[in-house]
């Protein structure tokens, strides 16, 4: 490919939009260029990285044993409503009707079609087990797209789904991914480690995230982890707490006056006391519902274990209006600070839900808002002087230094990027969908599925976050748009355009994927885009060439050398070939 012809335009600045630098570097190289929110063009430069991506999760998912299908984009309402997912999914379902009125969606995930396509197809245990995938987009109407690829709206993925016919059948199926997963993201320059995660609108009761380690603000989600293998995402992590002191000093319960103590800290130094002895209450709206949430007051609540634990699809801290509200419907006055569960009945003609978590359960004499401004309730205790919900779970967020719940050693966090998930569905779809085969003794059972998931485009921009520089991008050879670009620093001199023209063409018969920067262009702009674009290898046939020498850089590194011109097109043509054969 000549730069001259090449369909690429970057840009002088990173676009204002863009948050991450994965956004900002596939923008201004000319790799994406929005089209509306959370939805972008593919340019050839990204498209040759994503078949790239692809093609490696393709041979790996096929090595594996899974079969390619492709599944349609737009989904009918009726296979939704079976599983039981048309009102449960959200508003990130993009939902339409046709010109006939029939309602349709357009697919953030294939679970229900899959099972639809097993019930029709797999009769016997005699055809199990089975794994399909497919590659495709996908739409989810996001709430707050934002990170560019990292969470977009539209998205290229890989989903696969196996069926068995026992528990153990998938477990090693299960395994079987895990591995290939870990075979793919290798391949493509990304160092992953798998993660215990929220099984979220999916379902299931097993489900691991393979993150992409980063210490860059695109990072979605904390990391736990401990030296012995225990990871986990923050929406998943369990820990084992430090002792704390966790009963108050006071014998007896009364009210007090605690005047603007509006704050834990403000609490804590009015009364003198440690906030591990006061019960925090939170107010959330789940699914335009408040719930209200009771944690010990030196914890933090993580929203997603919040969210599970009563079983809504949305979930947002409450406004202070909205508290307001809240208290004055049930006869109270009280705002940020003074809130407690006594005595909160209901909101909207709904009865209020109360979560505790489990670090309050065996608080005593403990400290406690009472719904009054400007007052609390010291020395209380469960059920003597406040309920205890019956709802208790863990909602804790944890936080780095807590002990490993397996080791007991201290738990270290740090910033990841998913790019893959594997589920355990069990007979989540199967089930209510009655898709059901013929064991070995005639009687028809639901499939024991499992669900697999590899974020292509996600994938490809994580591999941004990960190798990049002030400069630009640093590809990974296997996923790069080309390996190598070849620029002379003068066009208008003849003998660097004919070096730089062999150099080119032996690398093209090598079958090494090479761009000749052609263009009657200042160097410095030609270097600027060679390495904001990202090609491994940079050969520059300038004024050395004289000497019989040109300029080769590796990108990864930005390790130059003065070499001959075979030797600078035998080092790609080798690195090119180790590739291959290591696929």
Not at 137 to 146: G, H, I, L, T, V
Not at 165 to 183: I, V
Not at 379 to 397: C, F, Q, Y
């Amino acid at each position: 490919m000549r730069m001259s012809k090449l369909f690429v335009q970057t840009l002088r600045e990173f676009p204002s939009d863009a948050e991450v630098i994965s956004h900002k570097l596939l923008v201004r190289a000319g790799f994406i260029r929005k089209l509306t929110m959370g939805v972008y063009n593919y340019l050839p430069l990204m498209w040759r990285v994503l078949k790239k991506v692809e093609n490696i999760v393709r041979e790996e998912m096929d090595r594996a044993g899974a079969q390619e299908l492709l599944m349609p984009f737009v989904q009918p309402k009726e296979l939704w409503e079976e599983s039981g997912r048309w009102g449960a999914y959200g508003a990130e379902l993009m939902r339409l009707q046709d010109r006939h009125g029939r309602e349709m969606c357009l697919g953030p995930t294939h679970e229900e079609i899959i099972t639809s396509i097993a019930r029709d197809g797999l009769k016997s245990y005699k055809q199990l087990p089975v794994n399909l995938y497919q590659i495709q987009s996908k739409f989810r109407d996001e709430r707050r797209p934002r990170f560019g690829l990292l969470r977009g709206r539209e998205f290229i993925m890989k989903d696969a789904y196996s069926f068995d016919t026992t528990q153990e059948g998938l477990d090693k199926e299960y395994k079987n991914m895990w591995n290939a997963y870990t075979k793919i993201f290798k391949r493509c320059g990304l160092e992953t480690k798998a993660v215990q995660s929220d099984s979220g609108a999916i379902g299931g009761s097993v489900s691991h995230e393979f993150m992409v380690i980063t210490d860059t603000d695109a990072g979605e989600n904390d990391v736990f982890y401990c030296d012995c293998g225990y990871a986990a995402n923050s929406n998943h992590a369990i820990s084992n707490l430090t002792p704390a002191k966790i009963v108050g000093d006071w014998t007896k319960a009364e009210i007090v006056d605690t005047p603007e103590t509006h704050s834990i800290e403000e609490l804590c130094d009015f009364l003198k006391i440690e906030p591990t002895v006061i019960v925090k209450s939170l107010v959330y709206i789940v699914d335009k519902d408040p719930v209200i949430a009771l944690i010990r007051a030196d914890k933090n609540v993580e929203e997603t274990k919040l969210l599970n634990a009563v079983g809504g699809q949305e979930i947002r801290i409450a406004a202070a209006g909205e508290i307001e509200d809240i208290m004055a419907v049930n006869g109270f006055n009280a705002d940020k600070g003074f809130i407690g569960p006594k005595g909160l009945k209901e909101y909207n003609g709904k009865p209020i839900r109360f979560v505790a978590d489990k670090t309050v359960v065996d608080m005593k004499n403990f400290v406690i808002g009472i719904n009054i401004k400007d007052k609390h309730l010291v020395g209380g205790n469960w059920e003597t002087d406040v309920e205890l919900p019956s709802n208790i779970a863990d909602i804790r967020l944890v936080e780095a230094g807590e002990l490993c719940p397996e080791c007991g050693k201290a738990l270290k966090v740090t910033r990841g990027i998913e790019v893959g998930n594997i589920f355990q569905l069990g007979t989540k779809y199967s089930a209510p969908m009655n898709a059901v085969y013929t064991d070995i003794d005639g009687k028809t059972k639901p499939y024991i599925m499992g669900c697999y998931g590899i974020g292509i485009s996600r994938t490809a921009a994580a591999a941004v976050e990960a190798h990049h520089d002030e400069f630009g991008i640093k590809w990974p050879l296997s996923i790069a748009p080309y390996h190598a670009i070849v620029i002379p620093v003068s066009t208008k001199d003849e003998l660097q355009m004919n070096v730089a023209e062999d150099i080119y063409k032996t690398l093209v018969k090598h079958g090494v994927e090479a761009v000749i920067d052609d263009r009657d262009e200042r160097v410095g702009v030609k270097f600027k885009d060679a390495e904001l674009i990202g090609f491994p290898y940079i050969i520059t046939v300038g004024k050395g060439i004289t000497e019989g020498l040109v300029e080769f850089k590796t990108r990864e590194n930005n390790e130059k050398s003065e070499i001959k011109p075979e030797e600078a097109a035998e080092i790609v043509i080798t690195a090119i070939t180790k590739l291959q054969l290591c696929e």
